[in-house]
């Protein structure tokens, strides 16, 4: 038999132990501060209906969607000279996740007589996308998500942006914060007398960032936006100042437009709050962000490191009506997502010597035979009961090798337990980074090791 060629799917990864400490910190670090403001979690399956997960992206969310091949001989009943959509859905009902926004609104739907409103969850899971791998760009990667559903106050939305500026300091990583609401940028196009174009002007220009002033226009362009309305558009999102000088400048531009003017005033609420409330992290009106997912409806968030390039690692906003597709109107909602992937890849290099202190094992026991061995597995027994990470090395093998061990591992303190140790109910405890050894009882071994 020819030998396999081994490999994973582009755009995945594998995970190394240190690798996956890091991770779980910063997992741990995002749950805990989900916790911290009243967020209870859920699960949704990884595989949805294909009718929950169509339409809801856009077209191109939905070229992205990975769809599931029916199970059985599918092939029977299908008529292969159809068209490609009709052969797509006979043979596929199912597809994988593309977020967990929309699962989450057939959830509330599906479970709304179970639910107290306002309803707030977090959920942790892996969601994907059949995008082009690039840096920082995934087809499998986790989201960590934080939504409240069943409120229109805006409360919530300054809840989040504390929520967010909550853990990057837990993190130690710089940001910023960006907002804008869609109801402004409906406005804008109103203003532009382009209404109608709503979708290609927020596609074109939540790309401004990437592609440049000049590539957006271009684009718009394509989409045949007239110059007259690209000319009009440009002095709108090339606004200059601070937040508030921004949001009185376009008060003057959109003074005509409800829906502008609507969204003009839920930012001006919003960013208020933090007149009398101090963050670690800038907030900034961004009045190019859009969002490209069709669902949202009025505040937008988007959060970038300082740090370094790379793209969004936080982002969400608004909707009004998303559970109106699954038969529920009038349940307004608004979240945001944690990019773990980007977070993960920024909080590695920013912190590339750095081991969460909540790591891995902390004492490794020397195996000397049979006997102490017996000893060192009673000690390790009663030391994971105090909370800390023991591990008795499996075979009684020359010492080096098990040292060596304890190195490649970072292990902190390795304990040498041999007959006169044991005799004398006492543990040769050695720190493994400055080497020196001490005869201890079992009492001392955690101050020392916690210390």
Same mark, same amino acid.
């Given at each position: 038999m020819a030998k396999q060629t081994v490999g994973i799917p582009r755009g995945t990864r594998d995970f190394m132990p240190h690798e996956m400490i890091k991770r779980n910190y910063i997992f741990h670090i995002i749950k805990s501060t989900f916790e911290q403001f009243g967020f209870m979690p859920i699960e949704?399956?990884?595989?949805?209906?294909?009718?929950?997960?169509?339409?809801?992206?856009?077209?191109?969310?939905?070229?992205l969607l990975f769809k599931v091949l029916n199970s059985g001989d599918f092939t029977q009943n299908t008529d292969f000279t159809a068209s490609p959509n009709k052969i797509a859905a006979a043979i596929c009902e199912k597809g994988l996740r593309y977020d967990l926004t929309v699962p989450f609104a057939r959830f509330v739907v599906q479970h709304r007589?179970? /639910?107290?409103?306002?309803?707030?969850?977090?959920?942790?899971?892996p969601v994907w996308r059949a995008d082009r791998p690039q840096k920082g760009r995934y087809r499998e990667f986790y989201q960590c998500d934080a939504d409240v559903i069943g409120s229109d106050s805006l409360l919530n939305e300054v809840e989040l942006i504390l929520l967010i500026d909550s853990v990057f300091q837990k993190l130690d990583l710089s940001v910023n914060i960006l907002i804008n609401n869609r109801k402004i940028l409906s406005g804008i196009a109103q203003y532009i007398g382009c209404e109608d174009k709503i979708t290609d002007i927020t596609v074109a220009i939540d790309k401004m960032d990437k592609i440049g002033l000049e590539k957006v226009n271009e684009e718009l362009k394509s989409k045949n936006i007239s110059?007259?309305?690209?000319?009009?558009?440009?002095?709108?999102?090339?606004?200059?100042?601070n937040n508030m000088e921004k949001l009185e400048k376009l008060s003057d531009?959109?003074?005509?437009?409800?829906?502008?003017?609507?969204?003009?005033?839920?930012?001006?609420?919003?960013?208020?709050?933090f007149n009398d409330i101090h963050i670690q992290n800038q907030i900034h009106l961004d009045l190019t962000l859009a969002r490209g997912l069709n669902y949202y409806t009025g505040t937008i968030f988007e959060v970038k490191s300082t740090q370094l390039p790379m793209?969004?690692?936080?982002?969400?906003?608004?909707?009004?009506? /998303?559970?109106?597709?699954?038969?529920?109107?009038?349940?307004?909602?608004?979240?945001i997502s944690f990019g773990i992937e980007r977070i993960f890849d920024i909080w590695s290099e920013l912190h590339a010597d750095e081991q969460p202190a909540d790591g891995g094992t902390q004492i490794l026991f020397i195996n000397f035979g049979n006997?102490?061995?017996?000893?060192?597995?009673?000690?390790?027994?009663?030391?994971?009961? /105090?909370?800390?990470?023991?591990?008795?090395?499996?075979e009684n093998v020359k010492i080096g090798k098990q040292i060596k061990y304890?190195?490649?591992?970072?292990?902190?303190?390795?304990?040498?337990?041999?007959?006169?140790?044991?005799k004398a109910g006492k543990y040769l405890l050695k720190n493994m980074l400055t080497r020196n050894q001490t005869l201890v009882n079992f009492e001392d071994i955690k101050p020392i090791v916690e210390q």
């Open positions: 949704t399956p990884s595989m949805e209906n294909l009718s929950t997960l169509m339409g809801k992206y856009g077209e191109e969310g939905d070229r007589n179970e /639910l107290s409103f306002p309803f707030k969850r977090y959920q942790v899971q110059q007259e309305a690209i000319e009009k558009l440009q002095p709108v999102i090339c606004l200059e100042g531009i959109l003074i005509h437009s409800q829906t502008g003017m609507k969204g003009i005033e839920e930012c001006r609420e919003i960013l208020s709050y793209g969004s690692i936080t982002g969400g906003g608004r909707y009004d009506n /998303l559970t109106g597709i699954f038969g529920l109107d009038n349940m307004s909602g608004v979240g006997k102490e061995e017996r000893y060192a597995l009673h000690a390790a027994m009663q030391l994971r009961a /105090l909370n800390i990470k023991a591990e008795v090395y499996p304890a190195d490649s591992k970072q292990i902190p303190y390795v304990i040498m337990a041999g007959e006169e140790e044991m």
